[in-house]
């Protein structure tokens, strides 16, 4: 792939990052790698944002998106290794500004993006890393409006988790919580007809109805603002 000259200097430092990135992940003394990883994810932010023209998109989503080195398989591989966080939520930052920055083009990608995305939410168990893909989706789903991406992201089962989630009312985090309900509202705007089908928008009215009375009445604990926002903004 012809890229730019800015690029062309950088994109053997993107594929060293990448390769050196997930090469932690197999060091027999692991102690210094979760820092590692946090900068050499910095590094290739750094590299994608800063040094992307427009030529240069289909080349870093290729690598990006590549399903042994990646950063989408990065955040695969480390999902129930805690020890990563920092360096999940500097990737899934990195994802958000990334998708902001190539808008639409992400769309051959979506899928990966989404199910990578899902697979941190529900087996990560750090709130922090959670709700860090929260963003991501929401973002995923406005670029792939008025498309035929629907069925392929499996927005139905998306939904049906996220309702999942707001149910475990004593595991669940006030953020998660806030997030889910927010995420839920952005669903509904970009793919309405989804869930009508599935009479989803009834049982999203009372999930908000509920979750805000239940803030607001509460007499032994403050209001947790964040599932407040979470409504609201839904």
Excluded: W
């Excluded at 994608?48 to 998106?65: G, I, N, P």
């Excluded at 406005?142 to 939904?159: A, C, K, N, P």
């Excluded at 595991?171 to 009479?199: F, N």
């Amino acid at each position: 792939q012809e890229v730019s000259s800015s690029m062309a200097g950088a994109s053997g430092s993107l594929e060293t990052q990448l390769s050196a990135l997930h090469a932690l992940l197999t060091e027999a003394e692991p102690g210094h790698a979760p820092v590692e990883a946090h900068n050499l994810v910095a590094d290739v932010a750094q590299i994608c944002l800063r040094h992307t023209q427009e030529r240069d998109v289909a080349y870093c989503c290729s690598l990006l998106f590549h399903e042994s080195t990646g950063i989408t398989a990065f955040l695969r591989k480390t999902v129930t290794l805690d020890q990563f966080q920092p360096a999940k939520v500097e990737a899934l930052s990195f994802l958000l500004a990334f998708l902001e920055k190539i808008g639409r083009k992400v769309q051959p990608h979506a899928v990966e993006v989404k199910d990578v995305c899902m697979a941190v939410f529900s087996r990560d168990r750090l709130s922090r890393v959670k709700c860090a893909t929260f963003p991501v989706l929401k973002k995923l789903l406005q670029l792939t409006i008025h498309s035929q991406l629907g069925d392929e992201l499996r927005v139905s089962s998306m939904v049906d988790k996220m309702f999942l989630e707001l149910t475990k009312k004593s595991q669940t985090t006030p953020t998660v919580k806030g997030g889910a309900l927010s995420l839920l509202g952005v669903i509904s705007e970009v793919y309405p007809e989804l869930m009508v089908q599935k009479d989803y928008p009834d049982r999203l009215l009372k999930v908000y109805v509920s979750m805000l009375r239940e803030q607001m009445e509460s007499r032994t604990r403050k209001p947790e603002l964040s599932v407040i926002a979470g409504c609201l903004e839904g």
